[in-house]
């Protein structure tokens, strides 16, 4: 290959790199793993394979397997997550795709002339890093400890939906207790580099089994006999990091054969977390049982969330009515919250009455203003267990 010269290349060199910038937004998320556990490695390995494929282009060396180990090591851990080979390789022509459809949409002419000349090396470029990334994805593959790994995803999947959890014969067998602790994680779009070291700290649980989800993952925790939940919880509660922002984790405990209704429960209680955006990051049902009512009653959510839509446009009187519950139908301590004096409190309270047809003062009304509330807050969040 004869490598072009000029600053054209160098240029074309920055405007890629400015390109790529935020560029997870545009690819497919990956069908099983959770956006904001890969978008960090993603990003990275974008800007190795642009400064990569650049060097390749300005001196015409193809790259050595060393200069591509960290791409192929980046890929094949999104194999170990559980994602198909397929599915990464596709981020790769998706990528390029999407790189080349811009650049050539806003070329002038010279620079039109550069991109088709850089054309037939970027061709090479990819069939040399998936060819890597699928030796690298086969040998893996064959490893024992690779085959007993994909064994124990098979297992968990199996007790999640309900199956018998078949053994393979000549591999180690998955060790599975009687009853787990079930913790479905969820994480939210502002957790970032935080969300590995989370799922790590969750993995070197002893006997957890694992499976990844598109929005965080589920954990199955062995409770050992005598244990109700109370001790592996309080374990759980110790492990996780406290400061950590953006994840909620719903738990239930569950004998083997009922996995998956306490699934189905630990999912709604995480993302009961999520949408109303809980301080504390364990969520269980005993601590949201007026919560969890809402948000398990799908047709009626969406009624309870219209009976405050006369509200969407009085953000006063919404903020008024929120904390006069939160503070237990206590107009003093609102007021005391708003900094305002306690009359307006209650005639901000009698503009809620009017507008929806319920007052929020009388005990009874207040706790289906309560509920509308709460189905409101899953709507905008889109509550989606």
Request: hydrophobic share 45%; net charge neutral.
């Amino acid at each position: 290959m004869t490598p072009p010269t000029g600053p054209g290349i160098e240029e074309l060199h920055r405007s890629v790199v400015a390109m790529v910038d935020g560029f997870y937004g545009v690819v497919p998320p990956y069908p099983r793993l959770p956006e904001s556990l890969v978008a960090a490695d993603f990003a990275h390995g974008v800007r190795l394979n642009v400064d990569l494929f650049f060097r390749y282009l300005r001196t015409g060396i193809e790259p050595g397997e060393d200069d591509t180990a960290a791409m192929v090591r980046l890929a094949v851990e999104r194999v170990r997550d559980g994602a198909a080979v397929t599915d990464v390789l596709d981020r790769y022509r998706l990528g390029a795709s999407v790189v080349w459809d811009r650049l050539l949409g806003s070329a002038t002419a010279s620079e039109r002339e550069l991109l088709l000349t850089a054309a037939a090396p970027l061709m090479r470029y990819l069939g040399l890093l998936t060819q890597r990334i699928v030796a690298a994805a086969t040998d893996r593959a064959h490893d024992p400890r690779w085959e007993f790994m994909e064994h124990r995803r098979a297992v968990t999947d199996a007790l999640l939906t309900g199956r018998d959890p078949q053994q393979w014969p000549g591999r180690p067998t998955v060790r599975l207790a009687e009853r787990y602790l079930i913790t479905v994680f969820r994480l939210g779009p502002d957790i970032g580099d935080v969300a590995a070291d989370l799922r790590h700290r969750v993995e070197s649980i002893p006997g957890v089994l694992v499976r990844m989800d598109i929005s965080g993952w589920v954990a199955l925790i062995p409770l050992p006999p005598g244990d109700d939940g109370h001790d592996t919880t309080a374990l759980l509660r110790a492990r996780l990091p406290r400061s950590a922002p953006a994840y909620w984790v719903g738990t239930a405990i569950a004998t083997r054969p009922d996995i998956p209704s306490g699934y189905a429960e630990a999912r709604i209680l995480a993302e009961l977390g999520r949408c109303l955006e809980r301080s504390e990051k364990l969520c269980r049902r005993a601590d949201l049982q007026f919560e969890y009512a809402i948000a398990a009653g799908d047709a009626a959510r969406p009624g309870l969330a219209a009976v405050l839509a006369p509200l969407e446009t009085q953000p006063v009187l919404t903020r008024t009515l929120e904390l006069f519950l939160a503070t237990g139908l206590n107009q003093l301590a609102t007021a005391r919250r708003l900094d305002i004096h306690r009359n307006t409190v209650n005639y901000r309270l009698c503009r809620v009455r009017d507008l929806i047809g319920l007052d929020p003062q009388n005990p009874t009304e207040a706790m289906t203003v309560a509920a509308a509330l709460t189905a409101q807050r899953l709507q905008a969040h889109h509550f989606a267990p």
